[in-house]
Structures are given as C-alpha cells and as structure tokens.
C-alpha cells in the first residue's frame, strides 16, 4: 500500500483535519497522481453534513483533482510519466452495461464508484478517498490528460464544475438564437455562463446577490436579474428557452418555471436538499415546459470539454487557498459567498 495524507472529516459535520491513510499500489492499469491543486464544490460540503445520504467516515472529499503522474502500471496507454492528469468524480464503474459502452459511466446500470465517500464494489470493496490529499491512484480510464497550456490551479475545477456544466449544454444542443438563463452564480453557475457565451447563446444571470454583477458581466453574462428584485423579475417573465438551475438550497421552482418560454427546459444540475418540488400543475402544462435533470458527465465528454476549454482558453476564476482554512472557504460557501471557485495548493498540506 502506498502510504498518503489528507484532509478528513471524522464524522458528519466534523470539522476537517490532517489524516493519514493508504492508498492501493498502482496496479498495470493504473497511474500515481501527485495531487497540485483540488477544486472545492459545494458537493463536498453537503456529503460532510450527510444533507444527500448517511456518508462514510473518515471521509476525504475533493473531486477536482489535479497534479502530475507521478507512477504508472506497465500497461498504460493514455499517458506518460510527468504528465498533467486530472480526476473528476467517477473512479469506477462497471465497464460492461449499455450506459458505460457508450461512455455514459456516470448513468451506469451497477451504479458509479464515485471519488470518494463510496466503496469500490468494482474493485476490492474498500472505501474511495478524494483529492484534499497529497496523492492518489486511479484507473487511466478514469483519467483525463490536461493541457499544459491551461492554469493548473484554475483548470482543477473543470473536473466537476465545468463538466456538470458543460454536458447538459451539449446533450440539450444549447448555442445561437437561445436565450439562457443561469440561476446562482457560484462554482457551476460561473462555468455554466462562460460555456453558454462560448456555445454562443444569449444569456442572463439570475442570482440572489446584487453585488455580483460586474462580475457577472465580466465572465461574459449579457444580462443580470437580481431574484429578489420583482421589478427585474416581471421584465424576464416567458423570456428563456432554458434555465440551467446551479443552486444547492431549496427554492421556488413554479416562479423559476414561469420565466421560460413555451417548450422551456428547467435543467436541474444543483441539489436542494429539500429535493425538486412544483406546487401547480399549470406551471408545467400550461408552456408544455420540461424540467430536466443532468449528473456531472463520462469520461470522454470530460477529455472533450479539457480539450474546448484549452482551445477557447477557458478556466474557473479562483480563490486559492491554504489547506487549513478549509472551514473558512466552507463558511464563505454556505452562504454564497463565492469567487468563483476555491482551490485548495495541495503543498500546504
Ligand atoms: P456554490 O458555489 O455554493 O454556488 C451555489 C450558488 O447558488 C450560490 O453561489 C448562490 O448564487 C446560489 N444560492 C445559494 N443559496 C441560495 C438560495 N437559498 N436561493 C437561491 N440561490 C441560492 O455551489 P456549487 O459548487 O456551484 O454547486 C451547486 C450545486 O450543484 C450544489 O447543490 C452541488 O451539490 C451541486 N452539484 C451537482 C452536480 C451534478 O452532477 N449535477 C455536480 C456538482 C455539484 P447567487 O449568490 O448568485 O444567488
Ligand atoms: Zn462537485
Ligand atoms: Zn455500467
């Protein structure tokens, strides 16, 4: 076993701190990660106050993974040492149903092996831990290779952030002539307005925070609503083809419902806790409207998205931090005060 420090919460709502533990040895298919940065989503704080589903202690979160390959199994294809790799939030999944034969692991009929805060049934039944750790090992088929022209820090986040963002704009075939509209700007709410600019829709932030719109027309937004706003709100009504819904609290999906077009798609990425409610029928029936729901996206849909964001020479916008202010960043976090990503420097572990 290869020995490996991380960040970890004991219990549910623990706060996090140092923790050492073991990672498998890198097996023929696998490569060795010295992990540089790690993203921090807000997935990661739910999954350590058990909000989704009772979690599994210790538990290391950090899907935003990135570093360089450090060790590799003598049959690697897909990467050579020194190369920058990054790992999202899938390290397994059964490889043979439908789903994963045409690179939809994250629907796979056995279930994903998710990053961490899950066992590997595919593998030996042991637990995954995330990347708030110096290194970890992963199925090259579970990796994706970074460019080296891309920031590294500000790239990490692409591995859950972007990809949630970026395959529900392609599946849905968003682009030219559609008007989008992206509800929270947060970690996914930012990628989603750079991805909907780049795909070259129209597209209007509706975010619960005044003070985020010069940033909100920096990252390319045409137009900002203010939420609370009424006055903002009735201009906007009947007025989008899709709403790409990032928020992770609960919230009034008939009012959001009543600001798209006739034939309108509500695309749910974010995960209330207290679930997706829609009070009146008509809020649906009566527009023929769809809400709809995505889950971050396969391993060859995130090579895709690395290589688009290389090529249009896309990033998050970061804060970096150092490891220990962790419960800072969540704080700041859990009440949407976000810049538009944490990035944890993993050499201040
Ligand atoms: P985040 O950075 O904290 O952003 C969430 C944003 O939602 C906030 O910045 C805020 O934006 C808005 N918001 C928060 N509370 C709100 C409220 N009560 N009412 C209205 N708006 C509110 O979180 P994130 O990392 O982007 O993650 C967003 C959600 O997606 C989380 O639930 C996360 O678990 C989920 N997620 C899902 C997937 C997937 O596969 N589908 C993948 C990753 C994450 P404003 O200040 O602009 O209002
Ligand atoms: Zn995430
Ligand atoms: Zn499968």
């Known amino acids: 076993m290869i020995k490996a420090k991380g960040y970890a919460a004991q219990n549910a709502n623990d706060t996090l701190g140092l923790w050492d533990f073991e990672r498998r040895e890198v097996g023929p298919h696998d490569i060795q990660i010295e992990i540089l940065y790690c993203g921090v989503c807000h997935s990661d704080l739910a999954q350590i106050n058990n909000e989704w589903f009772p979690g599994i202690f210790p538990m290391v979160p950090g899907h935003e993974i990135v570093g360089r ?44 092996t998710a990053t961490y805060n899950n066992v590997d049934k595919f593998r030996d039944g042991l637990p ?35 990809i949630t963002t970026y395959s529900p704009l392609k599946h849905w075939k968003v682009g030219k002539g ?20 780049a ?9 619960t925070s005044p003070k985020k719109e010069a940033d909100a027309r920096r990252l390319g937004a045409h137009h900002f609503v203010v939420t609370k706003d009424p006055e903002q709100t009735d201009k906007v009504k009947s007025s ?30 974010g995960v209330p806790p207290e679930g997706i409610h829609v009070n009146g029928a008509f809020s649906l029936l009566a527009g023929r409207k769809s809400i709809v729901g995505s889950a971050v996206g396969g391993i060859a849909e995130t ?17 970096i931090i150092d490891i220990k202010d962790i419960q800072v960043a969540f704080d700041r976090m ?12 993993m050499s201040t572990l």
């Open 240 to 269: 989008f083809d899709f709403i790409v819904d990032t928020v992770s609290a609960g919230h009034d999906f008939d009012f959001y419902l009543s600001l798209l077009k006739v034939d309108g798609t509500h695309i749910c990425v």
């Open 199 to 207: 795909l070259g829709a129209e597209v209007t932030i509706l975010s």
């Open 303 to 319: 090579q895709e998205m690395l290589d688009f964001c290389a090529e249009h020479n896309i990033v998050a916008d970061i804060e």
């Open 128 to 162: 995954t831990y995330g990347g708030y750790s110096n290194t970890i090992v992963t199925d090259e088929s579970f990796t994706v290779l970074i460019s080296e022209k891309l920031d590294l820090a500000a790239a990490a986040p692409l591995l859950c952030a972007g």
């Open 178 to 197: 559609h008007k989008v509209a992206v509800l929270g700007l947060g970690g996914l709410g930012h990628m989603a307005v750079k991805f909907a600019v």
């Open 69 to 112: 390959i450090v060790k590799m199994g003598d049959h690697v294809k897909k990467f050579k040492l020194g190369d920058l790799a990054g790992v999202g939030t899938l390290v397994n999944s059964c490889g043979k149903c439908g789903h994963c034969k045409n690179d939809l692991e994250q629907y796979c009929d056995e279930g994903v």
């Open 334 to 345: 859990g009440k949407g005060d976000i810049r538009y990503r944490f990035v944890i420097d």
